[in-house]
């Protein structure tokens, strides 16, 4: 009786016992669980000539390399201030939607004088909260 005790027991203990299973946690998605400040990230490129002086373009976008999606950044408020610091936007916190964690290419076109002069992809993706750039230069200085 003693032995069939002790032999049940054993099959109780061991049944609840879970193989040491490693859990694969994909490096390009975010886990449910994730805290966000509420700043309002913007990653942008600096456009300068030459001589260090920053460059006011007349027109600006981005595009979405994958599905040509057309994304306008241009507001009147902000534009002046643009101009003279030379500091335009690529993507904000609000197209993260569009970008994958581990990186999604975006095109930014700078016009002046109705010419491209700017022409850059860039990999932008996010920290599961805001939006950063992964891959391209965000100094650029062009020639007049």
């Known amino acids: 009786m003693k032995l069939l005790l002790k032999l049940l027991l054993l099959i ?11 859990v694969i946690l994909d490096p390009c998605s975010c886990s449910e669980k994730v805290i966000c400040t509420e700043i309002y990230i913007s990653v942008a490129v600096v456009i300068k000539n030459q001589n260090g002086q920053p460059v006011a373009l007349d027109d600006y976008y ?24 030379g ?14 964690k581990c990186g999604t290419d975006f095109e930014f076109t700078g016009i002046k004088n109705g010419k491209e002069i ?3 992809i860039y990999s932008i993706g996010h920290d599961c909260c805001h939006v950063k750039i992964l891959k ?3 100094s650029i200085i062009i020639s007049d």
């Not at 109780?12 to 490693?22: A, D, I, P, Y």
């Open 136 to 138: 391209g230069d965000t």
């Open 118 to 120: 700017i022409k850059k």
């Open 62 to 85: 981005t595009t979405r390399m994958a599905t040509g999606e057309k994304i306008n950044l241009k507001t009147a408020e902000s534009d002046s201030l643009r101009n003279i610091h």
């Open 12 to 22: 109780v203990l061991t049944s609840n016992c879970k193989k040491n299973e490693k």
């Open 87 to 100: 500091k335009y936007p690529i993507l904000t916190d609000g197209q993260k939607r569009l970008t994958e």
